[in-house]
């Protein structure tokens, strides 16, 4: 794929900003989380009251610590999917940008990238890992549905990204699209703790030293990923390879990537905007006595979670979100925190919902039906997902920076983001705004 | 298992020291090898020209470079398995010790560690390793014959061994575990390369990442082995768990662990037993005109190359230690030299083995047939590989840490390996060998 940035079709080229921006505003929400302290400790190659890592190459983002850049990769790339705000790629499930633009804007702190070409290895490594998505996810597939494929197929989209940052030739990008599939992981009996957040970190940590070991000349398979007991063969063995480089160069999976207007597991999305629409239309003080939600079984299969202990689990709950939704009529990291979950009406309210797992409806499709106290009955259809705006992306942007940076930098650095394709040492021209 | 030195037998208690031996050899005697270099260089934490790591914790051994706990596991480990020359689980060829010691030794140099409590600790992450790898791949399970297991179960029983050593209670153990097996990767396409030779490397890294994670309070479902979508599940989904457990604390798979007297893929060593035999009793100057080999189904499995380019794949080239062997009458480092792979004499042999997969012999089972140009016929049987002794160890042992060390300090270095159960400080004791 010898893909340039002017030769992208203009709606990959005005999507890729968009990506980047909503990366780059998940990892400012998330990174002073707890989850992101507590790998800062176990990752940071420096061991503690050695020093912010003055000599090392990257910055780990909003946290005033640097480090080499696998680590500085792992730990940015965790901070945008630490409060599960990051974009996902529906048909499969994936997160496409965290692993790739946390690896690449590592490097890019360590020589002058122009946003160009951090835009369109940034276009390669979303479109690789996508396409590895389909081809180990969708017919003719009969892959095990336990696959978190963000952790299998992440760290290949980034290391080629970070490989075509690096000049590599053909057979050396071949030996790091083998390094990181070798090193591949990812399941979904992770999720319901800080695991199943971290997994997409791993990815990017792997990818950059996949591309450094490359690079070196340190050897692999050139064929690793469709090799016999190769990363197919092993996490797919149905899969047919040939499902990835479908349409190459003129279908572009980055366009069917979605970004989220709530901070809830991607498959819950229908769902909540139909139930935010039942909610707009409940009257002051109503109560919902009954509450039906049908969904694409997979939102059942990943979320099916009645109970739900701590904000880990309730991010991946249906019934919570469900319920909080439609009690307080919003769906945001307030009804993330744990007064939320413990709250007796909300509590109570999820185990009366009846959730339907339909075959039938798409996986961005929800109906949600609600029965009130006086037989009153409401009805809402989501069939498609709304995708988010400019303005949506820009004010989820402006809420999650403005956890870390004053509304000034937020700005700045919203722009930056924006305008990606002019800047002309994408690095430095962004890690000014936290040097400042 | 909350086992004891004392507690263990008598026999787990004397294997021990050999195995740890036999680890600290293969380190000395492949930390210079050049994939080495080109790791190092790739997963050092510090950019070239900034140091030898002074104010980092752990040594890289026999490379006078110091870093943080993950990456010495990783170099450790990776010098350990570079040559192949490490110890097997001959009923799952997993390589077992490489990244439990590789994780325990780089965190006793950061505290005091008793040799009896390094021991068990080493003792209890062998166990659960190899007893993962009973449980992924032999009956009931019907495992992908593509998986290298000791990508997947190493990382699990080093975290268990880290886990040990850092006091970790049962739900932490449980974390550190999940954590571990959250990053399991382990596939066989990866052979034939660097790549290959890294794999069990990565487990180390991962496994004191997993510890320090679950230490700090990271969070990890309790059951990840064995939850639905988790670990088992993804990897040998017939696979019985309970097999793991069986006899534990009565049966040790440590007794089930071989030593490699030729540094060649362990199942091709029945074979290599075989032909020396053969080559033992060939008159001087005879030509083997044909050769054929059987073998149990796996060693053709996975050594099936019979025209290697390089020691990588020669390693692992079941032609080509045949074809050496018969004609070199030995099986060593010397054996895998380029030169030697590229001998006319042996590439033409290699063409002229007959290799046969059958199923009734034992893993440990080989006979090689051989005739002379004179219609001679030579047969050689090994019913079951011949144990390494002491003696062989100490041999061993010497050939390989004289690569790096003076006699002395190697004469120094085996003494302390061998009594283990006896030092009061393992890091600081055997740490002090190459300080001086």
Redesign the interface.
Known sequence: MHATFDALPQAVQAELPRAFLNWMGCVLGGCREP?VD??A???L???PG?GRGE???ASIIGRHQR??L??TALLNSFSASVLSFDDTHLATVTHPTGPVASAIFALSETRPVSGQDFATALAIGIEIECRLSNALLLPPAQA????YVTGLTGPIGAAAAMGRLLGLDERKMN?AI??AA????G?????????GL??PA?GARNAV?AA??AA??????ET?LE?????I??FS?AADPARATDALGHRFELLANAYKPYPAGIVIHPALDACLDLAARLPPGADPAAVTVTVHPLTLTLTDRRAPADP?EAQISLYHWVAASLLRRTAGIDELQQDCIDDPQIAALRTRINAISDPALNRDEAIAEMTLADGTTLRAHVPVARPMTDADLDRKFRAQATRVLDAAAADTLLRLCRDLPTLHDVGQQIAAVWKE
Do not use: E, Y
Request: aromatic share 10%.
């Open positions: 989850p507590l790998a400790a176990a990752f190659p420096l061991p050695k000599g090392l190459p480090a080499d696998a680590t095990n549905t336990g696959l030996w083998g390094l070798a090193q591949a992981a399941f979904r009996a992770t999720h319901g703790a800080m695991s971290l997994v791993f030293h450094l070991l070196n000349g340190f050897t692999c398979p690793l090799a016999p007991n190769g990363f063969d092993i063995p880990l």
